[in-house]
């Protein structure tokens, strides 16, 4: 299946109720089925039980250019499902052959390290302001895959996504994400941390700073003593 949309869908309808990061209570009902035919404007998959495209696509909506069928009139019935929810928007998703999590950094982190049998889906929220499921990919391989951020796809291979988180979540023991973001260290918490310290764990991730690895590294980064988890 090509389709993110239908394939988180898919997930959502095997395990509709499902908790938050923050432990809310969420419940997903199946697909409202419309009676348009044709090919959805925004996903491009064939349709019977679509919706007129005005009915979904609303004039506030933020990416018209990334329809993948822009001279259609019409929306699915699965597009017009995963629109219609505020939590597939503000939530990060994992969704895999079995079921559909909207996971904490914590469990996201853990899922990019140890990735579910394919073909899965994730979608790494960072504003919680921006539809991912339709910009997504469905992945066919845990040994290199997709991750979608708010703005970006990143390539991941666990192997070498260790090699970059392991330094980044070192440095947060001490240091701010912001801090290690813009590479701008407050002296006062280098000397804490130890120099020796700081310019062994800087020196793995100077080079890739700009990058999309290091940009979902950074998001999904751990320390027990305070957690950010989203």
Same mark, same amino acid.
């Given at each position: 299946m090509n389709c993110p949309t239908k394939f988180i869908y898919e997930a959502a309808m095997k395990t509709p109720d499902i908790l938050s990061p923050m432990d809310k209570k969420i419940h997903y009902n199946? #697909?409202?089925?419309?009676? +348009?035919?044709g090919i959805c404007w925004l996903c491009g998959c064939k349709t019977v039980l679509g919706y007129p495209r005005a009915k979904t696509i609303k004039d506030t909506f933020q990416n018209k250019d990334m329809a993948k069928a822009p001279w259609s009139d019409v929306c699915c019935d699965h597009c017009n499902w995963a629109l219609s929810f505020m939590s597939m928007r503000n939530y990060s998703i994992i969704a895999d052959s079995n079921e559909f999590h909207h996971p904490s950094r914590i469990k996201l982190k853990e899922t990019i390290l140890k990735p579910p049998e394919p073909p899965f889906v994730i979608c790494c #929220?960072? %504003?919680g302001q921006l539809w991912l499921h339709? +910009? %997504? +990919? $469905?992945n066919l391989s845990k040994e290199k895959f997709w991750v979608r951020m708010d703005k970006i796809d990143v390539i $991941?291979?666990?192997s070498v996504f260790i090699q970059v988180l392991e330094p980044i979540e070192e440095l947060y023991k001490t240091f701010s994400k912001a801090e290690i973001e813009s590479g701008d260290y407050k002296s006062h918490r280098i000397k804490e941390f130890g120099l020796e310290n700081w310019e062994y764990n800087e020196n793995q991730i100077k080079s890739l700073r700009k990058s999309g690895i290091f940009q979902l590294a950074l998001f999904v980064a751990h320390r027990e003593e305070k957690d950010d988890s989203r």
């Open positions: 199946p #697909a409202e089925q419309g009676n +348009k035919t #929220a960072e %504003s339709f +910009k %997504s +990919k $469905v $991941v291979r666990p």
